[in-house]
Nanobody
Framework: QLQASGGGLVQPGGSLRLSCAAS????????MGWYRQGLGKQRELAAV???????TYVDSVKGRFTVSRDNAKNTVYLQMNSLKPEDTAVYYC???????????????WGQGTLVTVSN
């Protein structure tokens, strides 16, 4: 239900934009955003956006990454600027989606997209 795109290889200081679209029978989406997992590291929250527009970032990306949503398209974006080698990771799209059949909010994950920052 979540399809991510936009990863790739970029030099330090460069920019990339990730996109993730939710599809299917969607009742409502609450928080939507991005987690990342570097090699040998635990998955961590990178940047997420609430349905009302509130945003949360991990300290290491503040001022460089911007998360945004297009609620009409059920899509979340991550604009990544001034990329550093330590940003290298697999980036996973995440969304909290309401399930009408169980009347519960459930987390969904995209397939992950690799971002490599290197010369």
């Amino acid at each position: 239900q979540l399809q991510a795109s936009g990863g790739g290889l970029v030099q330090p200081g460069g920019s990339l934009r990730l996109s993730c679209a939710a599809s299917g029978s969607l009742a409502s989406i609450n928080v939507m955003g991005w987690y990342r997992q570097g090699l040998g590291k635990q998955r961590e929250l990178a940047a997420v956006a609430g349905s009302g527009g509130t945003t949360t970032y991990v300290d290491s990306v503040k001022g460089r990454f911007t998360v945004s949503r297009d609620n009409a398209k059920n899509t979340v974006y991550l604009q990544m600027n001034s990329l550093k080698p330590e940003d290298t990771a697999v980036y996973y799209c995440n969304a909290e989606i309401f399930d009408r059949s169980t009347m519960t909010w459930n987390p969904y994950w995209g397939q992950g997209t690799l971002v490599t920052v290197s010369n």
